[in-house]
T-cell receptor, first 112, second 112 residues
């Protein structure tokens, strides 16, 4: 089992460009999550999908959109990147909201 | 939604000493409290968790205690070793969002 995988590992964007971060899990988990991690700020929830076919806003959703493509895949889209979106992005999955979350390796995004 | 506060933000101990990290939460309905360890450049990984029907849980050198009345929980690491050096995050289940809310993290440095 690969667990949770994310692509790309690194990305540099110019302000205003768009991109999609991909996430996939092979653990048959119901719930998937996108976090951003900034120094001193911990892990902040951007969007989550409690089950296939549903998505909900987290703590910091502005500037992002998500798609739960199927049970395995959950993508995060930046429509018009801003320097404030420079961060490390982690995808995670779990069986449910109060169960262990398994994290992907992260994507380091720089917006210039 | 849930709010989790974590202290201290940094902690330095001598090898062999104990380390204690404390968290408080706001939602009395929260019932799941995990702790994650994140080594430099790596993904967060679960090290121990506790549910609200239990007051204490141990796993070798690590233990977690939960005080539901006071709404706080703590991570205890005994006989610290250099490989315990990492950032530790506490989290609490957010029953409204069916997700986890993370604390801001504690950077633990174990001096050999």
């Amino acid at each position: 089992n690969a667990g949770v995988t994310q692509t790309p590992k690194f990305q540099v964007l110019k302000t205003g460009q768009s991109m999609t971060l991909q996430c996939a899990q092979d653990m048959n988990h119901n719930s998937m999550y996108w976090y951003r991690q900034d120094p001193g700020m911990g892990l902040r929830l951007i969007y989550y999908s409690a089950s296939e076919g549903t998505t909900d806003k987290g703590e910091v959703p502005n500037g992002y959109n998500v798609s739960r493509l199927n049970k395995r895949e959950f993508s995060l889209r930046l429509e018009s990147a801003a320097p404030s979106q420079t961060s490390v992005y982690f995808c995670a999955s779990s069986l449910g909201g109060n169960r262990e979350q398994y994290f992907g390796p992260g994507t380091r995004l720089t917006v210039t | 939604g849930e709010n989790v506060e974590q202290h201290p933000s940094t902690l330095s101990v001598q090898e062999g000493d104990s380390a204690v990290i404390k968290c408080t939460y706001s939602d009395s309905a929260s019932n799941y409290f995990p702790w994650y360890k994140q080594e430099l450049g790596k993904r967060p990984q679960l090290i121990i968790d506790i549910r609200s029907n239990v007051g204490e849980k141990k796993d070798q050198r690590i233990a977690v205690t939960l005080n539901k009345t006071a709404k706080h929980f703590s991570l205890h690491i005994t006989e610290t070793q250099p490989e315990d050096s990492a950032v530790y995050f506490c989290a609490a289940s957010d029953t409204g969002r069916r997700a986890l809310t993370f604390g801001s993290g504690t950077r633990l440095q174990v001096q050999p």
